[in-house]
């Protein structure tokens, strides 16, 4: 099973500033087949990045993904108000199970 | 637009079964391998169960082999998940989740293929006597 390790837990930040989360993997992910989605409360998830660094349809271009390997990460250029939430990356496609990490809150500073 | 909506959660005591439906609208169902994701109560997102667009595989969370069951109607555009041996440990949200890759004959790939692009709102599930 690969493990996937999110930090930081918990990102205080004010709108404007840059926010970078981090996504670690146990094992190396084949084909990166890693995702990014942002949660809200009451709400389902939302799909921002796949494979690594392709943003989902209709994402905005402040959100950006990178990474290889094991090392991803996602990067906000600049926190919009509606940005603040949790993060979770995911790994999909290899072999089961399937994986997400333990989610970064993105919290207003 | 491309919808899901689950339904079919409730409250259940321990031990008992539960069906959890997912109706899938504006995309053509059948080429998709589709997913059950959970949340528990104040925790992070973990995968349920995987099934193929053709029904012919599916995969499950370790914690959920031999008690769930994932199946699809392709006729009828709906995802199944029948839970039985239910303990307080599966009360969560349980949300249904489609691909964004297609799969097709010959693909090669018995897994998921792509990441998850479309959710639905979630049925809530309570374990408790």
């Known amino acids: 099973e690969i493990v996937l390790t999110q930090s930081p837990g918990t990102l205080s930040l004010s709108p404007g500033d840059r926010a970078t989360l981090s996504c670690r993997a146990s094992?190396?992910?084949?084909?990166?087949?890693l995702a990014w989605y942002q949660h809200k409360s009451g709400q389902a998830p939302r799909l921002l990045i796949y494979g690594a660094s392709s943003r989902a349809i209709g994402i905005p271009d402040r959100f950006s993904g990178s990474g290889s390997g094991t090392d991803f990460t996602l990067t906000i250029s600049s926190l919009e108000p509606e940005d603040f939430a949790l993060y979770y990356c995911?790994?999909?496609?290899?072999?089961?199970?399937?994986?997400f990490g333990g989610g970064t809150k993105v919290e207003i500073k | 637009q491309e919808q899901l909506v689950e339904s079919g959660g409730g409250v259940v005591p321990p031990g008992g079964s539960l069906r959890l439906s997912c109706a899938a609208s504006?995309?053509?169902?059948?080429?998709?391998?589709m997913n059950w994701v959970r949340q528990a109560p104040g925790k992070g997102l973990e995968w349920v169960a995987f099934i193929r667009y053709d029904g012919s595989h599916q995969y499950y969370g370790d914690s959920m082999k031999g008690r769930f069951t994932v199946s699809r109607d392709n006729s009828k555009s709906t995802l199944y998940l029948q839970m039985s041996g239910l303990r307080a440990d599966d009360t969560a949200v349980y949300f249904c989740?489609?691909?964004?890759?297609?799969?097709?004959?010959?693909?090669?790939?018995?897994?998921?293929?792509?990441?998850?692009?479309?959710w639905g709102q979630g049925t809530v599930v309570t374990v408790s006597s």
């Open positions: 504006g995309f053509t169902f059948s080429f998709y391998g």
């Open positions: 995911q790994q999909y496609g290899t072999s089961p199970p399937l994986t």
């Open positions: 094992q190396s992910i084949g084909r990166n087949y």
């Open positions: 989740a489609k691909e964004n890759a297609p799969d097709y004959p010959g693909s090669g790939t018995y897994f998921t293929r792509g990441a998850f692009d479309i």
